[in-house]
T-cell receptor, first 117, second 117 residues
């Protein structure tokens, strides 16, 4: 069975600090996809990134970066120079690859990030 | 561009009452999902659908039924609500890849907060 662990329940940082959100996953599949979603206080879930298991290159998008390490089954998310608007719950998710059917996401329990001035 | 629309946004039910949550998407997505979000448990899949007229059970299907009579709509029903079904319910949709086996990111609705007393 697939499993996603986000051990950090809540993180508090001061604005402009860098912060890393950890994500560790378990799967028996050799091909899979990993995702990160953001849930701001308004409640909606916003897609941030999708990464497949064959691509271990780090990804950078503005202040966001993602580090995928297959050897440690981790897909960590770093926010550089955090801002108050980054305050949200962040979810890591794992998807199997199933031919001809829906790809069901298994979510971690989320990490609540609080950025203060 | 509405994306995924959920109705209602809030609802309070008495134990034993029934209700239907409606999800509508205008992106012509093949796949649709119902998740519930509970504190400390992340999002858990209730039911999903790979196309019009088809539904399947997810991780926590007990106490719920679904129907997808039209491609754009996915209904979640509670026949006899219980306090354990107090939760925030999210509907999501995703496209199907041309090869059928690449998971795309979900587009989520804004959620329905349901309280069963």
């Amino acid at each position: 069975a697939q499993k996603v662990t986000q051990a950090q329940t809540e993180i508090s940082v001061v604005e402009k600090e860098d912060v890393t959100l950890d994500c560790v996953y378990e799967t028996r599949d050799t091909t899979y996809y990993l995702f990160w979603y953001k849930q701001p206080p308004s409640g909606e879930l916003v897609f941030l990134i999708r990464r497949n298991s064959f691509d271990e290159q780090n990804e950078i998008s503005g202040r966001y970066s993602w580090n995928f390490q297959k050897s440690t089954s981790s897909f960590n998310f770093t926010i550089t120079a955090s801002q108050v608007v980054d305050s949200a719950v962040y979810f890591c998710a794992l998807s199997e690859v199933s031919t001809g059917t829906a790809s069901k996401l298994t979510f971690g329990t989320g990490t609540r990030l609080q950025v203060t001035l | 561009n509405a994306g995924v629309t959920q109705t209602p946004k809030f609802r309070v039910l008495k134990t034993g009452q029934s209700m239907t949550l409606l999800c509508a998407q205008d992106m012509n997505h093949e796949y649709m999902y119902w998740y519930r979000q509970d504190p400390g448990m992340g999002l858990r899949l209730i039911h999903y659908s790979v196309g019009e007229g088809t539904t399947a059970k997810g991780e926590v299907p007990d106490g719920y039924n679904v129907s997808r009579l039209k491609k754009q709509n996915f209904l979640l029903g509670l026949e006899s609500a219980a306090p354990s079904q107090t939760s925030v319910y999210f509907c999501a949709s995703s496209r199907r890849s041309s090869t059928g086996n690449i998971p795309y990111g979900y587009t989520f609705g804004s959620g329905t907060r349901l309280t069963v007393v």
